[in-house]
């Protein structure tokens, strides 16, 4: 049976890892930065030594095409992203794109001819740890925001992700969107504990959570912390503390599978000996029902109106970013459980903790996801790590379900 | 009766203000910054012309004497810092500073000849804003810390307080500590409202709370917010709200007096779709008791030791700093007292909130502080204001206490 050939892989996710490497053996590529820009040209070097052509969109996305027998069949798409977090692993994203490059190599050592095209794409700015929102890249290009909203978007040093892309040399001509695509596919590490517990070493992904981002914004009176006596304090930081109290506590009413993260706080102006005047916090919700990620929203609002109450600090809840929950399509999953069933594969089916550009592509085409297992579900982080026998079978199905797709007559 | 010149003072205050103004009509003049060395030139440059003899210690204190008839006596010191908070206001420290020239322009006008010297110090750091710990300028000139050790303090970017005194020039020749003084002032606005809650224009200072420093520092599993379930996490923010509960708590427990602070918070990585893996907080503990003090100590680590009972994520507290609560010189407070009466100046006996340069030199020299009262008891604040008519009585109550003191036949 046809396979991928699992050193060749290995081997670039590791020569990929040393662009941005970090101490503790992790890798910071963050979008738009001097280090994306090299991976990037090192991903155009090997896909064009593998014979693809080429093609980079306005919003830095790389299209990498191996012909298809027909060229005017719609392409089977594998697409993923290869920026990373401040401090993030060596397969969050990588793994997608450079197991699409795989397929690719494979089917050319085999000299398969497919009747669609294959496409890899790598989608600019996934992780929203630069700019938000995150997948910006696949929701440009699927129409969910429009490009100039994109361009305007800023870091913490107020950079423009317009201006970086130009900087870094990845604003392409070729036409936003306006591609054509029978199937896409994502293959991802699973980025939490689930498959590790139980065993497998597939998941099958059925669909992704809903998400929800917040900024809350907490504004008292800055005042020096020696003099002021506590019943004339206006204190940002002591009001949020009963509000993140509650707040943690909508997972507890909506377990198991909702999820509350406060990843950023900050108190300005920051020092030990002054009574902050602002405290910023980021709230991030999940569930994979739409209903009860409204739900905990109105919660959200409810108890922010009644902290309100107790506090002559003013709250103000900005609402960033809203994904609803997706479901994947049913020829899509279908292919991946087949290939699955093929390589007799320990598999489960699953819902996405996390989102991925598959969210905003499972709006234009055809989609699904293949997970595969990382040590301790840790990622976001410079510790993440998958099993070498993990990352060939998920670039194996991921082979088989592409091939499947690709040679189906319409 | 001779009293200072009140516009004088006035425009030296605003002409200050200007170096390091704030957009808000604050003032952004951080220790051993450009804008710190524009301050100690300016002031520099007053004092010569007021004829006084200029001395730069290793720390970067200055000293700015005005020769007595009889050289071998011990002067009157009188002395703050020209340093400010990142946001800070207009008066804290350059108050008692250009309030002591003002003085000795106020006897050079009326050929005015003391007994003893008097001298005027600005001293080096004492907002701890840029360098912890808080007042290590006047520390070291009164032994509290070593030379080398402050010489080792680092910012946030890892530079040195030794290497930025070298780098504005101030690192000077004279020797460290070994000045002898009859009495030393520190004149300040409060920083609390109290003196402008009971109509008050001077506080006689009799004593300094004691001050707490701690650095908490909570270590969880940084991790993807999407697919790790709640029960999977070790989230050290959500750790540290019940924490906090307890910590702000021991601010009623200890009520009135006992003061609570949270003035940093970081998590980190600090964005939005990350577990953090650490929280840092700094904690600010004050009281003028010091055996309250130290109960509130105990409670703090009781809290934590309960807490982490609860979790997997590591607390550790760092002791940064510990300033116990100080009694000022009778004989300096009397001084105060008298002045007070003789202008008829309406006050009152307090004991301050903030640490001061006064702390150190209370056990250096005889010493004592005179307060005047700022708007709504706002400080380390851009809005920080103080009314003109408050701004002379204080500084005639100087001018009238160091006087008594530098014409005294011992």
Known sequence: MLRIDQNRLWNRLMTMAEIGRSSKGGVCRVALTE???????????WCEAAACSIEV??????????????????????????DSQPTGGKFDGVYGVLAGLEVIECLNDHQIKTRHPIEIVSW????????????????????????????????????????ELIKIGYRGK???????????????????????????????VTGVQGIH??????????THAG???????????RAAIPLLQEIYELADTYAPHA??????????????????????????????????????????????????????????????????????????IAAVQQAVDLLQIPAKKMVSGAGHDAVYLAGYAPTSMIFIPCEDGLSHNELENAAPADVEAG?????????????QMD
Request: hydrophobic fraction near 35%.
């Open 174 to 204: 070729s036409p936003l969107g306006q591609r054509a695509y029978k199937a896409t596919f994502e293959l991802h590490i699973e980025q939490g504990p689930i498959l590790e517990a139980e065993g497998k070493s597939v998941g099958v």
């Open 213 to 222: 981002w917040y900024d809350l914004i907490l504004t008292g009176k800055e």
């Open 124 to 163: 600019t700015n996934e992780e929203g740890a630069r700019f938000t929102p995150a997948m910006i890249g696949s929701g440009v290009f699927a129409g969910a925001f429009s490009i100039d909203y994109a361009y305007s978007r800023t870091d913490k040093e107020g950079k423009t992700l317009g201006e």
């Open 35 to 45: 280090e994306d820009r090299q991976g990037r040209d090192l991903f155009i070097k």
């Open 259 to 332: 999820k509350v993260t406060v990843g950023y706080l900050d108190a300005s102006p920051g020092v030990k000996n002054t009574v902050p005047g602002q405290l910023k916090i980021s709230l991030d919700f999940r569930h994979p029902d739409a209903e009860i990620l409204e739900r905990m929203d109105r919660d959200l609002k409810t108890q922010i109106a009644k902290q309100a109450q107790n506090t002559e600090v003013q709250f103000k809840l900005e609402d960033i970013w809203y994904s609803p929950p997706v479901e994947f399509d049913k020829d899509c």
């Open 395 to 407: 670039a194996n199905v991921l082979l088989h379900a592409a091939l499947s797709l690709a040679q």
């Open 57 to 82: 969109d306005p919003m830095g996305n790389i299209f990498a095409r191996r012909a298809g027998i027909d060229h005017n069949l719609p392409a089977i798409m594998i697409g993923s992203h290869l």
């Open 227 to 237: 003099p002021s006596p506590m019943s004339y304090r206006v204190d940002p930081v």
